[in-house]
C-alpha cells in the first residue's frame, strides 16, 4: 500500500453538509489572519475542529433482526418506560426510551436502528433548552422518524439542544432503510431518543459511550447472552 493509500484510510471524510461550514471558518482564519497573524493559527484549529465535528465514518453494523443499533455516536443519558411523544402515533403505553445525548466532540451523523421502511416523518417546532434535560424529549425541536422493523414499529428522534439549532433529515415517509444507514444529522450538540418496540431488552448502561451504528442498545430473545460491539 502506497503513502498515499495510507493517507487517505486513515483521514475520516467529511459529510458534505459540512462544506459551507469549514469553509467559512477557513475564510474566517484568514481574514483574523490579515488583522493579527496568530490569530489565523487560532482560526485554523477551529476550521480543523469543524470539519472533524463533520465527519462521516464508515462504521460496521451488525446484520441482525433482533438488534437495535445506537443512532449515534454519543453518552447514554437515560433508560426508562416513558409514553412516546404524541406526533409518533405509537399509542399511550410506555415504550423503552433509550436516549443518546452528543457532544460537540461526537461525530453527529444519525443512522437507523433498524431495518424497515419509514412510514411516518414529523417535524415539530419547540424551544432549545439543554438537551440532557427529560423535558427536551417533549419541548423541544425535533424531527421524527417511526419505522417499521422487524419488532413493529421503532421511534426515532432528533433533539435540538441550546447550541444545536438545525436539524438536518434527508429521509422521508415511504423510504426503506437499512439498519445503520444515515438518515440525517444535527449541528453542533444535540440528543437522539429511541422508542424500542415491546419485548426489546436494553444492552446498555447510562453513562456508557455509544458508538453509532454499531452499539447494540437493546436485543430480543433472552437465549442470546451479551452483544459486543466495537469500532471498525
Given amino acids: 500500500m502506497s ?18 461550514f469549514v469553509l467559512a471558518f477557513f475564510l474566517g482564519a484568514v481574514v ?22 463533520f465527519r462521516d465514518p464508515e462504521r460496521s453494523t451488525p446484520q441482525d433482526d433482533d438488534l437495535v443499533v445506537s443512532p449515534a455516536d454519543g453518552r447514554v443519558s437515560s433508560i426508562q418506560m416513558v409514553v412516546p411523544p404524541e406526533e409518533l402515533q405509537l ?7 433509550i436516549s443518546i445525548f452528543m457532544n460537540v466532540f461526537d461525530a453527529h451523523i444519525n443512522r437507523a436502528p433498524v431495518r424497515g421502511p419509514v412510514v411516518r416523518a414529523v417535524y415539530r417546532e419547540g424551544q432549545f433548552v439543554n438537551a440532557e434535560l427529560d423535558k427536551a424529549s417533549t419541548d423541544n425541536e425535533r424531527n421524527s422518524l417511526v419505522i417499521e422493523g422487524p ?12 447550541v444545536a439549532r438545525r436539524i438536518v433529515c434527508w429521509t422521508t415517509a415511504g423510504q ?3 439498519a445503520g444507514e444515515r438518515f440525517g444529522l444535527i449541528r453542533f450538540g444535540s440528543r437522539l431518543d429511541v422508542y424500542v418496540p415491546a419485548g426489546g431488552e436494553p444492552r446498555v448502561s447510562v453513562g456508557q459511550r455509544s458508538v453509532g451504528g454499531e452499539t447494540v442498545l437493546a436485543e430480543y430473545g433472552s437465549n442470546k447472552g451479551p452483544v459486543i460491539s466495537r469500532r471498525s
Avoid: S
Avoid at 91 to 97: F, I
Fill in 176 to 178: 426503506p432503510l437499512d
Fill in 32 to 53: 483574523l489572519g490579515w488583522l493579527w497573524a496568530p490569530l489565523f493559527w487560532i482560526g485554523l484549529v477551529l476550521t480543523l475542529w469543524c470539519a472533524y465535528f
Fill in 91 to 97: 399509542g399511550t403505553d410506555p415504550m423503552l426510551r
Fill in 151 to 162: 419488532h413493529g414499529a421503532l421511534g426515532v428522534v432528533q433533539i435540538a439542544g441550546l
Fill in 3 to 20: 503513502l498515499f493509500d495510507t493517507i487517505r484510510n486513515t483521514i475520516v471524510p467529511v459529510h458534505k453538509e459540512g462544506y459551507p
